[in-house]
């Protein structure tokens, strides 16, 4: 089956090597249904480089192996704002963010990180972005898009959230739109929905605003 010839092949040839790789399959999963090519790009909060300091993870070559290719990690100026206010208990996380690539949100009073963040990502996620966050609110909220990936650690795994609800529902609207789901997107449904054969659901009725100190304790 050929459909953009240089991109799309190759990520079936990848697809069939891959045995029992669950959480490079959810990666490809988004890669191939938004057809989200290298460099990839990936949002990192506060929260998530105090969580990777911690760890003395390599985030840089951890998500290069989860994502296959090339990774920006990039920060907004809200982002660098809230952790240089914060002081010396962000101090560390400050100047580890100060390291990565700037991506502008453009909002000249500063948000949140998370409003930030969400933002950025927006209802269709034009920027084809992956996020990476510590904070249960925020990837509540990001479940609820569906249309970006989102990574975290749990203990000190770095782990690719299941694909959520409104992610499944995506799937289903494009299978039944003109637009029909091509062979290797078909494949990657399957495999996804027999490896979560009950998608993650955002309690919705929880989500709200976190205090900044409580996400760094």
């Known amino acids: ?33 938004f057809h989200i090519d290298p460099p990839y790009k990936v949002i990192v909060d506060g929260c998530f480089i105090h969580k990777y300091l911690q760890t ?31 002081g010396e208990k962000t101090k560390g996380a400050y100047l580890a963010a100060k390291e990565h690539r700037k991506e502008k949100c453009g ?9 930030c963040m969400l933002d950025c990502v927006g209802k269709k996620n034009k920027g084809k972005f992956f996020v990476a966050t510590q904070d249960r609110e925020l990837k509540r909220k990001l479940a ?13 795994k770095l782990e690719l959230e299941k694909p959520s609800l409104k992610m499944h529902q995506i799937m289903k609207d494009k299978e039944k739109s003109q637009q029909s ?9 399957k ?27």
């Not at 789901?181 to 449904?189: A, I």
């Open 56 to 86: 003395q993870m390599n985030i840089q070559n951890k998500l290069e192996k989860y994502l296959d290719g090339k990774v920006h990690i990039v920060v907004t100026d809200c982002i660098l704002n809230e952790l240089k206010d914060l």
């Open 107 to 115: 909002h000249s009073t500063r948000l949140s990180p998370d409003m």
């Open 144 to 156: 609820a898009i569906g249309r970006v990936g989102v990574f975290s650690f749990h203990e000190v």
């Open 1 to 33: 089956y050929q459909r953009r010839v240089h991109g799309e092949t190759k990520q079936i040839k990848i697809l069939y090597k891959m045995q029992g790789t669950s959480k490079k399959r959810i990666a490809l999963l988004y890669k191939t249904v």
């Open 181 to 189: 789901l091509t062979m290797e997107e078909k494949l990657e449904l």
């Open 191 to 217: 495999r996804v929905r027999k490896m979560n054969k009950e998608p993650y659901v955002p309690d919705l009725s929880l989500i709200h605003i976190s205090e900044p100190t409580r996400r760094y304790a």
